[in-house]
């Protein structure tokens, strides 16, 4: 396992959009990048990835501490109008169908000895929920974790009270 960080995982996600032949347009955590993006002139091209949940939490013993990032991201069509329920309930369908193929890739990437996430996905937490917008967005809310190591030790010349450590 090796360890990631809060850009890593935006850097992957933004990588995922850019390969992917069936997703349009990326937005990151931000929920205002989503609204500029939303009301700029180019607007998003849907099905948008965008992420909006990172978490670190820790685990595991004192000698090999594991971080636990819990992330989420939704797979969105916009324009869907409010009163086209059929409409939205194709919108999630579909936005579920795309989901799978980004987890599906996700996995496959965890299970690549040279890839950064390598061992890390925990396909056993994923959880997935329909979402509405208020703008009239439908899809889908992915959320799962990635375990990593993650080193916890002190850099004593990070601290002034702390002359070595052994």
């Known amino acids: 396992m090796k360890e990631n960080s809060y850009i890593e995982v935006k850097n992957y996600f933004e990588n995922i959009a850019n390969q992917a032949k069936f997703i349009n347009d990326f937005v990151g955590f931000f929920e205002r990048e989503w609204a500029n993006r939303t009301a700029s002139v180019k607007g998003l091209k849907s099905p948008t990835l965008a992420l909006f949940k990172y978490d670190l939490g820790f685990d595991g013993p004192d000698q090999n501490t594991v971080a636990v990032r819990k992330i989420g991201f939704a797979v969105m069509f916009n324009n869907i109008k409010p009163d086209d329920f059929e409409g939205q309930y194709i919108a999630i369908h579909d936005a579920e169908q795309l989901a799978l193929k980004i987890l599906s890739r996700i996995r496959y990437d965890s299970n690549t000895p040279e890839h950064s996430l390598f061992n890390s996905f925990l396909k056993d937490s994923v959880e997935i929920n329909p979402v509405e917008l208020s703008g009239g967005e439908v899809g889908v809310d992915v959320l799962f974790n990635f375990k ?19």
């Open 148 to 166: 990593n190591k993650q080193l916890l030790k002190v850099d004593a010349a990070d601290w002034e009270d702390i002359e070595n450590v052994c």
